[in-house]
């Protein structure tokens, strides 16, 4: 059976390894600008709202992707090869952090203790409009209404 004689020429295992590392080094890295156009998407409400399959999906590949790096060796992954490795890891890496720090600090509101569930009553409030006028929600029965409270926070 044939063996590589030239160096330079990678095997059939450092061949598979460099591929293993470029798909799983590619998904961490763009895991955030595939979760947010997905997330504002009506169709994809679920995708939002539980995103632990796919931060387990990235997680995987991050795992995947700094153990091809440290599997790297031989005389194919020159020190070059291997540092640009290296800076595509730690990429990946930093937008693996970027999206789990949105995705579980910033996307994720903790739920209202008193809100009311879907088709429940609406509990009775008192608001003032801007020219002074007070409103109670029971004294508005039979009228529509539309109310719009804007947060500053």
Known sequence: MPT??????????????????CISTFFPAVGL????????????EHFSEEPHGFTAFL??????????????KGPVFTDFLVRRMRV?????????????????SFSTLPPAPN????????PD???????????????MTGDTLVFFYRGHW
Do not use: H
């Not at 997680?59 to 790297?72: F, Y």
């Not at 809100?115 to 609406?122: F, K, N, S, V």
């Open 4 to 21: 590589n004689v030239a160096t330079d020429t990678p095997t059939q295992k450092e061949r598979r390894l460099l591929g293993l590392w």
């Open 33 to 44: 600008f595939v979760y947010l156009p997905a997330s504002t998407n009506p169709e994809f």
């Open 59 to 72: 997680t995987l590949c991050l795992i995947l992707s700094l153990g091809s790096l440290l599997k790297s």
């Open 88 to 104: 595509g890891s730690a990429t990946a890496t930093v937008f693996f952090v970027a999206y789990t720090s949105y995705v579980y």
């Open 115 to 122: 809100a009311p569930e879907i088709g429940q009553i609406a």
């Open 125 to 139: 409030f008192t608001v003032q409009d801007p020219e002074d006028r007070t409103w109670t929600l029971s004294e």
